[in-house]
T-cell receptor, first 110, second 113 residues
């Protein structure tokens, strides 16, 4: 079983729609959860971190965490063509390294 | 505040050679982590340094090594390069180990021929 799993996509949404990106993880003692955005040819950019169960909102982005289900998601409201990128989910257990999923490619069409 | 910097940005090396990559973290950040990114394997953790000590190590052969200096700058070295070492090498800095968010530099694109 892979440690962090994401649907590779591509996930295609029209401009203005909500994009929903999902991630599951296998290590039950994971404590920190992150979403990174990576444009083609660029390095990953941190967009959200979440540590507690529930929702965390930042602008158009909402991260959701459910530790019982070992599930973390990212919602992007009012999606824009500039949101087209690969979104990487990353998970960390205290004192260890970040473990990344392979990423989900999002395509927003205008 | 300046971000993470990495040098060089691009490198072409021949199989069997060795290479050293450099990373300067965000000012005030004391932890530096290194990752290898390839299309097939994605982002894989190499090692993490904090206060000049290696704190964590990924599942890579001993040809991959690193170090950190007292000013938190870090270098990684790959000896006896193989074709499969062609990848984007990313450095990320954070305030400390464990919980903190990591911020990535632009990466070094290494091509081994």
């Amino acid at each position: 079983q892979k440690e962090v799993e994401q649907n590779s996509g591509p996930l295609s949404v029209p401009e203005g729609a909500i994009a929903s990106l999902n991630c599951t993880y296998s290590d039950r003692v994971s404590q920190s959860f992150f979403w990174y955005r990576q444009y083609s040819g660029k390095s990953p950019e941190l967009i959200m971190s979440i540590y507690s169960n529930g929702d965390k909102e930042d602008g158009r982005f909402t991260a959701q965490l459910n530790k019982a289900s070992q599930y973390v998601s990212l919602l992007i409201r009012d999606s824009q063509p500039s949101d087209s990128a690969t979104y990487l989910c990353a998970v960390m257990r205290a004192g260890t390294a970040l473990i990344f999923g392979k990423g989900t490619t999002l395509s927003v069409s205008s | 505040k300046a971000g993470v910097t990495q040098t060089p940005r691009y490198l072409i090396k021949t199989r069997g050679q060795q290479v050293t990559l450099s990373c300067s973290p965000i000012s005030g950040h004391r932890s530096v982590s290194w990752y290898q990114q390839t299309p097939g394997q994605g982002l894989q953790f190499l090692f993490e340094y904090f206060s000049e000590t290696q704190r964590n190590k990924g599942n890579f052969p001993g040809r991959f090594s690193g170090r950190q200096f007292s000013n938190s700058r870090s270098e990684m070295n790959v000896s006896t390069l193989e074709l499969g070492d062609s990848a984007l090498y990313l450095c990320a800095s954070s305030l400390g180990t464990g919980w903190n968010e990591q911020y990535f530099g632009p990466g070094t694109r290494l091509t081994v021929t």
